[in-house]
């Protein structure tokens, strides 16, 4: 590499470098701004949801979908809805449980347990029917607020907590709520398979247009009596996020109340995997857009980018933590009190009835945002970030791939010689991509998933080496075009790493694209093979580097593992093979450099 391409190549990285703490500064937050609430006379009453709660956990306990009790938890709640006067139906889903494996979780596996030759879909997962209950009142307008509680329990637990208390205080919310004119269109829903992967609130969201969904407001675990305050669920992921105005919003009732913000994850909800090189502020951007989920039914809502919230009982001070009860034996009756369903359910009721007197400007709307407690990056922020790390990206192809616009027909000529092995890598990543999506099948429910393993290995392996190893004796004889071999590989590899940095950055995002593309932009396209020390060197970096795209493949995947057959997860696994195997093939099987005379 000669001194200027290397002064270019450093420009570009200490622009991007020296970016992040001026873009993702403490000094770019802005407070939250004050929004109109509604100040009239609440009605929710605690003593009823509670005398719910206890109805529910004597006569429905154990509500674990697909079970006796599920179905009669939901005609009882169906009959509420009636006795409200809504316009109530069902919807049938038929889903997956991991049921087999939360009770090996809990310690309730059946004596034969999951030997190796029952570790197929059907061995794993138990397809089960969920149901979803759902009372209509209709307001002036056919926009509609979704008020969601998941009804379901985690196996044989009594689920008091989590979420006899949300049915609850739903339910309470539909009496007080439609006794009186109101101008949206409200829509309870009593969510099922919420416990097995958020299944109802999914299948509710897959089959229903959400276009007229003004906002869904989930309530999840609103019962703890040592919570002092209401605390807010993700409100972005990975996937998708609710405006900014739905956490200013929250953020604003809650503290006029008197109280304050708690946070289900720290400081906003982004504080799952920190990429530690990052400043803080970046450091949860990263995580929220590469590996952020949403754990309860706002969720499915949240991941289309439709305005939802989600309010669970919480303590301020973290003297206790109301986590600790729900998914254990512990959480019965005597964990819920009439005040803490009373606090929570007129804040939601206040919520909902301030929506209506607000505007939403165009910076609240928005579904790009970081919060960090009661302030926020905007938007542009965020866009400012993403164009100049694409600009960088695309002045590191440009620098590296000056040859391609002095002596494009000599690489194209380079390219069409490349085309069997180009061809080959991409059959083989596609395989290593798309093999999982045949579990979509019914005539795959028997396939041991075992073996699938070790057929997806073992082929993506063997693949790979077959390819390097033709490869490698089909040009080893090719001394004297060593320059013109190797200058054009790393040209090839430097253009395949841009464009699946882009092609990511379009179907994610810039973040997903920076964790799992960014190191081969910046690292593996540099390759150098003149002499055995440098390929031992490279070899050990080729290793180094293998590591981390594995690693980043897991953080990246990770929104996707409830349910690893959504075509993004297979998307992932192809775009990680290209890199891999095209770097791989492209780095061992080089020519070495002609013998001197």
Not at 388 to 415: G, H, P, Q
Not at 429 to 444: E, H, I, M, N, Y
Not at 528 to 535: F, H, I
Not at 538 to 543: A, E, H, I, K, T
Request: aromatic residues 14%; proline residues 2%; charged residues 20%.
């Amino acid at each position: 590499m000669n001194f200027k391409k290397f002064l270019a190549f450093l420009t570009v990285y200490a622009v991007v470098i020296i970016s992040v703490p001026f873009i993702f500064n403490n000094a770019w937050l802005k407070d939250f701004p004050q929004m109109k609430t509604y100040e009239g006379e609440l009605k929710f009453s605690g003593e009823r949801a509670y005398e719910d709660v206890k109805y529910i956990g004597i006569n429905f306990p154990q509500r674990e979908v697909g079970s006796e009790n599920a179905e009669s938890s939901a005609n009882w709640v169906f009959h509420e809805f009636e006795q409200l006067g809504l316009e109530t139906y069902k919807e049938n889903f038929a889903c997956r449980s991991i049921d087999k494996l939360i009770k090996a979780a809990i310690g309730e596996t059946t004596n034969e347990g999951l030997g190796f030759d029952s570790i197929s879909m059907d061995g794993l997962f138990s397809q089960v029917e969920g149901i979803n209950v759902i009372g209509v009142s209709k307001g002036k307008s056919d926009q509609t607020i979704i008020i969601g509680a998941h009804r379901d329990t985690l196996g044989t637990l009594e689920g008091a907590q989590d979420n006899a208390s949300g049915t609850a205080s739903m339910l309470e919310l539909a009496r007080v709520l439609t006794n009186e004119e109101h101008y949206y269109t409200y829509m309870f829903i009593s969510f099922d398979g919420e416990e097995i992967g958020l299944k109802g609130s999914e299948a509710f969201a897959r089959k229903n247009s959400l276009k007229k969904v003004k906002l869904a407001l989930i309530l999840d675990c609103v019962g703890y009596k040592d919570a002092d305050t209401v605390g807010l669920y993700q409100f972005a992921s990975a996937k998708g996020a609710s405006p900014l105005w739905t956490t200013v919003l929250a953020n604003n009732i809650i503290t006029n109340n008197g109280r304050k913000t708690y946070y289900i994850d720290n400081e906003g909800g982004f504080g799952g995997n920190g990429i530690g090189i990052f400043p803080s502020l970046m450091s949860k951007m990263v995580s929220l857009k590469v590996s952020g989920d949403v754990n309860t039914d706002s969720g499915p809502f949240v991941d289309r980018n439709i305005p939802a919230v989600g309010f669970i009982a919480a303590n301020s001070e973290r003297k206790v933590d109301p986590e600790e009860v729900y998914h254990t034996p512990e959480d019965t009756i005597s964990k819920v009190s009439k005040e803490t369903l009373d606090f929570i359910g007129k804040i939601s009721e206040q919520y909902i009835k301030s929506i209506e007197l607000n505007d939403f400007p165009l910076e609240l709307a928005s579904s790009t945002y970081l919060v960090k407690e009661n302030k926020y990056i905007g938007v542009w922020s965020i866009i400012i970030f993403s164009v100049l790390v694409l600009l960088a990206v695309i002045m590191l192809w440009l620098i590296s791939c000056t040859e391609v616009f002095i002596k494009r027909d000599i690489f194209l000529n380079y390219v069409k010689k490349e085309l069997p092995w180009i061809i080959s890598i991409l059959v083989l990543s596609l395989f290593c991509g798309l093999v999982w999506q045949l579990l979509r099948f019914d005539f795959a429910s028997d396939f041991n998933l075992a073996l699938m393993l070790l057929l997806w290995l073992g082929v993506s392996f063997l693949g790979l080496v077959t390819i390097i190893t033709v490869r490698t004796i089909m040009i080893r004889d090719k001394r004297d075009n060593y320059h013109e071999i190797t200058r054009y590989q790393r040209i090839l590899l430097n253009s395949l790493y841009f464009l699946v940095f882009i092609l990511t950055t379009l179907f994610y995002n810039v973040f997903v694209a920076i964790i799992l593309v960014g190191t081969s932009i910046l690292v593996m396209g540099r390759v150098g093979y003149k002499n055995v020390a440098s390929r031992v060197v490279w070899g050990f970096v080729l290793f180094v580097w293998f590591v981390f795209q594995t690693v980043s493949l897991f953080i990246c995947i990770a929104p996707y593992l409830l349910d690893f057959l959504q075509i993004k997860a297979s998307v992932l696994l192809i775009l990680y093979s290209l890199l891999v195997n095209f770097t791989f093939v492209y780095v061992l099987s080089a020519p070495f450099m002609p013998k001197k005379e």
